[in-house]
């Protein structure tokens, strides 16, 4: 034996402990990640409009303040997302068998009149969110008699959007800083909405001059539709597993509003929302979506992706980018099956192909719910306004 050979021997020798383990990590990590969307489809069968479930170890959860009974500990806990102030997901560690998971149902801007439709939001791996919808005083309110609901916080007969019953129960969740108007959303059998009533015509068995001051065209957020995301990139485990981040989708035939990191997103499709050191992406997997920064917004066809910058706490600053083509084999592994509705991957637009989907945006070809689908999605048409006579009423 030549001395070649001998010290080819000893260096693998030598080098065999450290590379035995990384064989079995690459076989012991698609186990994992099987285990961890099964749980989720078992445990979380149950999670309900604006809840969170914990789908897989491991993570930590951190209540919002004044939040007393709190529990998301293990696997099937579920939870209000209107508590949760902070997720921080564990990435895959093959030792420990850790992958986070988590689901929630969320609202968002869907009404109350479809309590069956939510927008599913499925986070994994190396995954940090932030709860950026303030907390808000609610109080239960009783119209006194008819009264009509406004867009603005003003008595034009062009305003109504609705009208209330006598006795009709609603949320009160603002006022105007001198108590004349409250804002509120409906609940029950009416529409779902949010609006403006004269506070003369509301009556509660709590104080409304307790309510938050807002503005008349604040926005307003159903919980966790606003959140701070930072997310792990390029951080694949094994060809099996996704790299790390959040897919969400909304039902279909309706158009979900998020904000992200400060940033408006209007989606009526599926996306998938990672950070990158001061980026942000939205990938659009499916159908479109609108991304406004700035006061500039920027329509996202399918199969491309767009960027907004961030500055070091993770707000977003500047206009969203063009959209460029995304490399598809970046999304091998995404759970899809654990979303409700069935798709796949939108393929990677050539140029032409961009070109071509920008033009069909632009005209209203966007990949959005076409009229006939948001008809099936949108609640009734309100009744009539009330009389006008009273210009309170």
Avoid at 9 to 36: D, H, K, M, Y
Avoid at 37 to 59: D, I, P, S
Avoid at 218 to 231: D, G
Avoid at 237 to 252: D, F, H, T
């Amino acid at each position: 034996m030549n001395n070649l050979t001998k010290i080819i021997r000893i260096l693998a020798f030598l080098l065999l402990p450290s590379l035995v383990p990384a064989v079995l990590a690459q076989n012991e990590c698609p186990a994992i990640v099987q285990q961890a969307l099964e749980a989720v489809q078992t445990a979380c069968a149950n999670t309900a409009r604006n809840q969170a479930c914990y789908g897989n170890v491991a993570l930590t959860a951190t209540p919002r303040e004044g939040v007393s009974s709190f529990t998301f500990e293990k696997v099937g806990d579920i939870t209000d997302a209107a508590n949760i102030q902070s997720l921080q997901l564990t990435g895959m560690n093959v030792d420990e068998g850790h992958w986070g998971v988590v689901m929630m149902k969320l609202q968002a801007n869907i009404p109350d009149v479809l309590p069956g439709q939510n927008a599913t939001v499925l986070l994994f791996g190396d995954v940090e969110v932030a709860n950026a919808v303030p907390p808000t005083v609610e109080l239960q309110a009783v119209s006194g008699g008819a009264a009509n609901i406004r867009r603005r916080p003003t008595a034009d007969a062009q305003n109504v959007i609705a009208s209330l019953a006598a006795g009709a129960t609603v949320t009160a969740t603002g006022r105007l800083a001198d108590g004349t108007w409250i804002r509120i959303r409906t609940t029950g059998d009416n529409l779902g909405q949010t609006g403006w009533v004269a506070a003369g015509l509301l009556s509660s068995t709590g104080d409304l001059n307790t309510l938050d001051v807002v503005e008349a065209d604040s926005q307003t957020f159903s919980p966790m539709q606003a959140f701070y995301l930072k997310t792990g990139f390029r951080d694949r485990p094994c060809a099996e597993a996704p790299e790390s981040g959040i897919l969400v989708q909304g039902p279909k035939g309706f158009r979900l509003n998020f904000n992200v990191n400060s940033v408006d997103i209007s989606m009526g499709s599926t996306l998938f929302l990672q950070t990158a050191e001061r980026e942000m992406r939205v990938n659009v997997v499916e159908g479109a979506a609108t991304v406004t920064n700035d006061g500039i917004s920027q329509i996202v066809p399918a199969g491309t992706f767009t960027e907004v910058t961030l500055d070091e706490d993770g707000e977003a600053i500047g206009a969203p980018e063009l959209p460029q083509p995304y490399e598809i084999d970046d999304f091998d592994g995404l759970p899809l099956d654990d979303l409700p509705e069935d798709i796949e991957v939108a393929p990677e637009l050539d140029e032409d192909e961009l070109e071509q989907a920008m033009e069909d945006a632009l005209y209203g070809d966007d990949g959005s719910p076409d009229d006939e689908d948001e008809d099936e999605a949108l609640p009734p048409e309100p009744e009539e306004p009330v009389d006008e006579e009273d210009p309170l009423s």
